[in-house]
């Protein structure tokens, strides 16, 4: 009789009836997704702290020393997201040979969509050519792509769907104010993606844990172009489609959560620090990550730490992070890792995985 169920109707001439196919569907559902490969893509022109030394009145020692970055990289004035977040889905598809035909879903995390609407994630299936594909954005600022790893994760748990294209991509240079020395030293552009596919082994998301947290909603944001201020003459005169921050309050709310996210998700998994080989966490300041580092009681050489070269990409810090990772052949199949991100809401998304692939 089970035998007989698990084989396909059409072969053995038997009727399912609903109830049976139900059961069916969930006897065969995965027990967690995995990130089946990865994609980046960061622009050619280098933004150097001696170029913003020319620009506003900062130097390259105060920003080494206050931030840890030397450059960042920025697309020609006019690119829009979706067009690096192309390249990336591109390169995640090529690398795991899979064609944009068999994606089911995409989800583009970004805070610099192409336009408020229609989603990034639509332009992103039209470019791509991903004709069976639906999709949407997640807005979660730096949080972005964790958010999106987490909610894509649930259509391949599910048993809903078995490719689905999680991307971090953002243009900061589009929102970013180059007369403000607080904010533009910070920012870079750049694209991220993951193939998320239903896991056959032990490796894949073992776990996520994400909080937000509104009443800390004003710390950092584009307070102008929404319903609340829609634009005029005086919002473009004064700036207010830029980032503004409080960078203080966010720079210690981001430490603080940084480091107790982590710890919440390991508890709960019934693991330790000692346990991570991998901790990469959203570059938004070097000391940010060195102070996490300390408070989780990580070993630094775990974590990792490419700030110094893209600057913020805001939601493509992360993927952009574990390519550096493959790439510096730091991460490699069985892995325990971590990833931890804080972004404006404020948003916190960490998400816990035992690693899927190792580097080509
Ligand atoms: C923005 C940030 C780098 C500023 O560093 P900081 O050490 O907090 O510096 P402060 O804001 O206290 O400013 C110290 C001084 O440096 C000055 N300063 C700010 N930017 C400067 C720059 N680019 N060059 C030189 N001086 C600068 C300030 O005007 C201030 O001068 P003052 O003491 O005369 O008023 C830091 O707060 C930060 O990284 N915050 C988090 C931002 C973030 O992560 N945002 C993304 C969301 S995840």
């Known amino acids: 009789m089970t035998r007989r169920l698990a084989e396909p109707a059409r072969q053995t001439g038997v009727r399912t009836e609903p109830g049976e196919q139900e059961r069916k569907r969930k006897r065969m559902k995965p027990t967690r997704a995995r990130i089946a490969s990865m994609g980046c893509y960061v622009p050619e022109r280098i933004l150097t702290n001696a170029d913003l030394e020319k620009m ?18 920025l697309v020609p004035p006019g690119t829009p997201t979706s067009e690096i977040a192309t390249l990336a ?11 944009a035909s068999e994606v089911d879903l995409i989800i583009v995390a970004t805070i610099t969509p192409d336009m408020i609407f229609p989603a990034t994630a639509c332009l992103l299936q039209q470019k791509l050519q991903a004709t069976h594909a639906w999709g949407f954005d997640v807005s979660a600022a730096c949080s972005g792509f964790v958010y999106a790893l987490t909610v894509g994760a649930q259509f391949v748990v599910s048993g809903a769907h078995k490719k689905v294209l999680v991307i971090g991509a953002d243009v900061m240079s589009a929102i ?8 533009c030293i910070l920012f870079g552009d750049g694209a991220g993606a993951a193939l998320l596919e239903p896991s056959d082994d032990d490796t894949g998301i073992l776990d996520w844990y994400a909080e937000v947290d509104g009443a800390a ?8 172009g929404g319903s609340a201020m829609p634009p005029t003459h005086e919002t473009i005169d004064k700036k207010l489609h830029h980032i503004r921050q409080d960078g203080g309050p966010v720079f210690k709310y981001a430490t603080r959560k940084m480091a107790e996210a982590p710890k919440l998700l390991l508890e709960r998994n019934g693991l330790g620090v000692s346990d991570l080989d991998l901790f990469v966490a959203h570059q938004a300041n070097a000391r940010i990550i060195d102070a996490a580092v300390e408070r989780l009681g990580i070993a630094p050489e775990r974590a990792i730490k490419n700030i110094d070269r893209y600057g ?4 493509a810090t ?3 992070a574990l390519g550096t990772a493959l790439d510096e052949r730091r ?30």
């Open 56 to 73: 506003v009145d900062t130097s390259d020692e105060w920003i080494r020393s206050r931030t840890g970055i030397r450059e960042r990289r």
């Open 89 to 99: 889905a591109r390169q995640a598809l090529e690398r795991a040979h899979v064609s």
């Open 176 to 183: 970013t104010d180059y007369t403000d020395r607080a904010t």
């Open 217 to 224: 909603a004003q710390l950092i944001k584009m307070p102008a």
């Open 312 to 315: 913020n990409t805001t939601a």
């Open 318 to 320: 992360i993927p952009l």
């Open 331 to 360: 991460l490699k199949k069985g892995d325990l890792v971590m990833l931890a991100a804080v972004g404006a809401g404020m948003t916190v998304g960490t998400t816990l995985l035992r690693w899927s692939f190792d580097p080509s």
